[in-house]
T-cell receptor, first 111, second 111 residues
Framework: DSGVTQTPKHLITATGQRVTLRCSPR?????VYWYQQSLDQGLQFLIQ???????AKGNILERFSAQQFPDLHSELNLSSLELGDSALYFC??????????FGQGTRLTVV | DAKTTQPTSMDCAEGRAANLPCNHS???????VYWYRQIHSQGPQYIIH???NNETNEMASLIITEDRKSSTLILPHATLRDTAVYYC????????????FGSGTRLLVRP
């Protein structure tokens, strides 16, 4: 158990809909990272927050957004969903320069 | 960002040492080498990291060449549960310290 909690574990939704994925970081970790992994694809870095502020942006679509709340949990919002958005979405957390620990992911299926 | 090159796949016999190489010839002087693994579709698992000295923990050993242009991850006694995709990552030393994953090495441990 990495200490990073992601909910829900599975999500099935229709095209055009909007969903919110939630991540609770390890206690004391200020950084949260979001990654997308499509079927048989690598892990794509989406976005990072540090202590509530956006710190880095990767290949994140404009339809996607994220935020980190004062209690340090983070949410990834995916809107106008397309079939191609079906993927595993991972959250990771770390202290600023320490190793990052990953949650078990949310499997999103868009039908 | 410093890029890494890893073999696409490797295999080894159960109980033997697994040596996974990684080239990172453009690594900068203060960039760390990190290793993660991903078992099936689980969240990536941190293994070890190092700067220039060799490192060892309960999971593995990391050998970094003197010029830091390559490294080897050693699993001393591989088990079937070590079958996974192993990622060698040079951690970006900007304000985010994000992890950029490549394609990794798919390690198959044979009975």
């Amino acid at each position: 158990d990495s200490g990073v909690t992601q909910t829900p574990k599975h999500l099935i939704t229709a095209t055009g809909q909007r969903v919110t994925l939630r991540c609770s970081p390890r206690s004391g970790d200020l950084s949260v990272y979001w990654y997308q992994q499509s079927l048989d694809q690598g892990l794509q870095f989406l976005i990072q927050y540090y202590n509530g502020e956006e710190r880095a942006k990767g290949n994140i679509l404009e339809r996607f957004s994220a935020q980190q709340f004062p209690d340090l949990h983070s949410e990834l919002n995916l809107s106008s969903l397309e079939l191609g958005d079906s993927a595993l979405y991972f959250c990771a957390s770390s202290v600023k320069t320490g190793e990052a620990f990953f949650g078990q992911g949310t499997r999103l299926t868009v039908v | 960002d410093a890029k890494t090159t890893q073999p696409t796949s490797m295999d080894c016999a159960e109980g033997r040492a697994a040596n996974l190489p990684c080239n990172h010839s453009t690594i900068s002087g203060n960039e760390y080498v990190y290793w993660y693994r991903q078992i099936h579709s689980q969240g990536p698992q941190y293994i070890i990291h190092g700067l220039k000295n060799n490192e060892t923990n309960e999971m593995a050993s990391l050998i970094i060449t003197e010029d830091r242009k390559s490294s080897t991850l050693i699993l001393p006694h591989a088990t079937l549960r070590d079958t996974a995709v192993y990622y060698c990552i040079v951690r970006v030393r900007d304000s985010s310290y994000k992890l950029i994953f490549g394609s990794g090495t798919r390690l198959l441990v044979r009975p």
